[in-house]
């Protein structure tokens, strides 16, 4: 399957089921869309009549196109075969490892979010705080459930987990004093709306925090529209120089601003590109995740909008690399050279399998999307795991559990994409949120028209002497 495109001024085109992506001129281009449903006469035919005004566009320059068509797809890397779905089957019959925990430490939040779709943190339920014994048989019951994997995630995450900080950092004290014996490598990440950040918690979260994830929505008018305390003031001038000094004391690694965008700011690349004219390089801005009825949910009507927002990130974004002040975007990291092991690029993030969210009171669910419907409760810390079957289902969630993703370009970029959008939009962990999988392909393209930029750049750099 060869997806073609243009983005930017560039034609495009990536074999998906190799990866390859090929930058192309655009002969090559119109030639490689004919390839598999026109004869070779006919192509020359076209192409000739296409460009009759070119005088380098001759018979002889399309049969050499044609030639190095069959030679890459000889090679794998053009119309390539799927060698993955053989994969997927074994996937099943995996022993099963949990990898990661995402340690709901407060269901509890000092925030009201207009939007939040975990009830201001309390996860349909009331309000609770992780005791440290809770934690503690959460840490224990990951290492045993581990195998032999020796890097382990853990995401301490609410409602605001700095509610809880003494247990925050007396879990990964803890953490850290059995990981030698065990063999393991604990990786934490913190994700904070803020309002709590102060020296202390800066020291620790530089000395532990693989990652730390800071919550704000871009601007001051479109953060404290949804984003406000508890008593109804908005939270952009209380959080904003806190992040700062996070940030900067971090060296600027190792960090993402994540925000949310609705139907009243459909032009949030203005948002994203607040955040980087502020100084913040690692920025992620995600749609909101809203029923029907909700004044602020996203709907067909803004999809143009929202996809011409993508281009013109993708645009500024390689201008900006281009002029010495580059960013990134979540949604456009891309490693086309190696990128994730074929068992992520089929299987996804091992939501409910290899993942799983655990609750103040030790309850097992698949992520924290699905804590507090009863459904998907898996099990708990104490106990164990009792909904094998549920596990099981899980497990088999991968890219080929859905079949609307055999003729998609993206399905390896995307592993299906995320099993609780699509349940909670279809009903079905098999089922396919296509509002989320439009805007994942054009991310997508996005992401890939950028490397090529750079790479191209980087040519012409080398053949310029420079």
């Not at 779905?85 to 074994?90: R, T």
């Not at 992040?243 to 965008?261: M, P, Q």
């Not at 992520?367 to 898996?378: D, I, K, P, S």
């Amino acid at each position: 399957m060869v997806h073609l495109f243009q983005n930017n001024g560039f034609y495009i085109a990536l074999d998906a089921n190799s990866g390859t992506v090929h930058d192309l001129d655009e002969v090559a281009y119109d030639i490689i869309g004919l390839y598999e449903s026109t004869a070779k006469e006919e192509i020359i035919k076209l192409i000739l009549a296409k460009y009759k005004d070119q005088e380098d566009v001759t018979a002889e320059e399309i049969e050499d196109v044609l030639t190095d068509i069959e030679v890459l797809k000889n090679e794998g890397k053009l119309f390539s075969e799927d060698r993955f779905q053989g994969v997927a089957a074994k996937l099943t019959q995996r022993p099963p490892v949990i990898k990661a925990l995402c340690l709901h430490v407060a269901h509890d939040c000092n925030l009201s979010c207009g939007y939040c779709f975990a009830g201001k943190g309390e996860y349909r339920g009331g309000r609770d705080l992780m005791s440290f014994a809770t934690g503690k048989r959460a840490l224990d019951f990951l290492i045993e459930q581990s195998g032999d994997r020796h890097n382990l995630e853990v995401d301490f995450f609410g409602g605001e987990p700095l509610m809880n900080f003494a247990v925050v950092k007396d879990l990964t004290a803890y953490a850290r004093s059995v990981e030698k014996e065990h063999h393991k490598n604990f990786r934490f990440t913190l994700t904070t709306n803020g309002v709590l950040i102060d020296d202390e918690v800066i020291d620790f979260c530089n000395r532990e925090m693989s990652n730390v994830v800071l919550s704000i929505d871009g601007r001051k008018e479109v953060n404290d529209r949804f984003r406000k305390t508890r008593n109804g003031k908005g939270s952009y001038d209380l959080i904003l120089p806190k992040f700062k000094r996070l940030v900067e004391a971090r060296g600027h690694k190792d960090y993402y601003l994540r925000g949310t965008y609705t139907r009243y700011n459909t032009d949030f690349v203005r948002d994203i590109l607040h955040l980087a004219d502020l100084g913040f390089t690692e920025l992620s801005m995600e749609p909101v995740i809203a029923g029907q009825g909700d004044p602020y949910a996203l709907g067909e009507a803004d999809l143009p909008v929202l996809l011409g927002q993508y281009d013109f990130l993708g645009k500024e974004m390689n201008r900006r690399r281009k002029e010495g002040r580059p960013f990134t975007f979540y949604h456009y990291m891309i490693d086309l050279a190696g990128g994730p092991c074929i068992v992520k690029r089929v299987a996804g993030c091992g939501v409910g399998s290899e993942y799983m969210a655990v609750t103040p009171a030790g309850e097992l669910y698949p992520c924290h999307q699905f804590v507090g419907e009863e459904r998907f409760r898996l099990g708990n810390v104490f106990t164990g795991l009792d909904n094998e079957k549920l596990r099981q289902e899980f497990k088999a969630c991968n890219v080929y559990a859905h079949k609307e993703c055999d003729a998609c370009f993206a399905r390896f970029f995307c592993s299906g994409g995320c099993a609780a959008n699509a349940y909670h939009a279809t009903g079905s962990l098999d089922g396919i949120y296509d509002y989320g999988c439009t805007l994942h392909k054009k991310r997508l393209e996005n992401a890939i028209m950028l490397k090529v930029a750079e790479a191209r750049d980087r040519r012409n750099g080398a053949d310029s002497g420079a």
